[in-house]
């Protein structure tokens, strides 16, 4: 009896010490889990912000390659108008009572444009030239013998085309600059862009006619 007694009490020392280690090593992996799970939190939390961050940062990348894109097709239309002008007033210079001053205007402008750097300042320069060039041919309208000029004709018929085309061209440019310029204007892609770098890019404004014209050096070299 006493042999029975002595292992039953074994077998319950031993089934409690089982216990407890079990007791023991379920604790330590909720421990484990707890911690595991804060760190999940914590990198999701962390994660997101720096996803988005990246996310719109390539939105404006690529919003501002667009604006870049369609600026270069600007160019492209006002450089083909700047083509155009020489001929153009070597036509009119052909008759020697025409306007020397507007004559000298429109090419100094069409200097000014070619020089310019920025887009700000071939906006500028495009804009002038627009009104100068608008003043030539009212002028030109005073001019009978010019006006049935056929080579002065051909060169006004390419130069209303390409006048189309610079309309369409500067409309898209716009759309795509305005739309650009709203998304950095707004919270969080404008902390995103000014981190980036990325700034705003000018309209083209349109031009306000002949009556105000900017001023232009005329020290130039044809």
């Given at each position: 009896m006493e042999v029975v007694a002595a292992e039953g009490e074994e077998q319950a020392a031993g089934g409690s010490g089982l216990n407890t280690s079990c007791a023991s090593f379920c604790s330590m992996d909720n421990?484990?889990?707890v911690i595991l799970g804060?760190?999940?939190?914590?990198?999701v939390f962390a994660?997101?912000?720096l996803l988005y961050v990246w996310s719109t940062y390539n939105t404006l990348v690529n919003m501002d390659e667009g604006v870049k894109?369609?600026?270069?097709?600007?160019?492209?239309v006002y450089q083909r108008r700047?083509?155009?002008i020489p001929n153009l007033v070597s036509v009119a210079q052909g008759y020697a009572d025409f306007e020397k001053s507007t004559l000298t205007e429109v090419t100094a402008l069409r200097s000014q444009w070619q020089n310019a750097k920025t887009v700000d300042e071939k906006v500028n320069a495009a804009n002038g030239l627009d009104g100068a060039i608008a003043r030539l041919?009212?002028?030109?309208?005073?001019?009978?013998?010019l006006k049935s000029d056929q080579q002065f004709l051909r060169l006004q018929d390419e130069l209303s085309g390409t006048e189309n085309r610079i309309s369409v061209e500067r409309m898209r440019y716009n759309d795509a600059a305005r739309e650009y310029n709203a998304k950095i204007r707004t919270f969080p892609a404008s902390?995103?862009?000014?981190?980036a770098g990325l700034g705003p890019h000018a309209y083209f404004e349109a031009s306000t006619g002949a009556e105000?014209?900017?001023k232009v050096d005329f020290n130039f070299t044809q």
């Open positions: 421990k484990v889990l804060v760190v999940a939190v914590l990198f994660f997101i912000p894109a369609q600026w270069q097709q600007v160019e492209v700047a083509d155009l041919l009212l002028v030109a309208e005073n001019y009978p013998n902390f995103v862009a000014g981190i105000n014209a900017p």
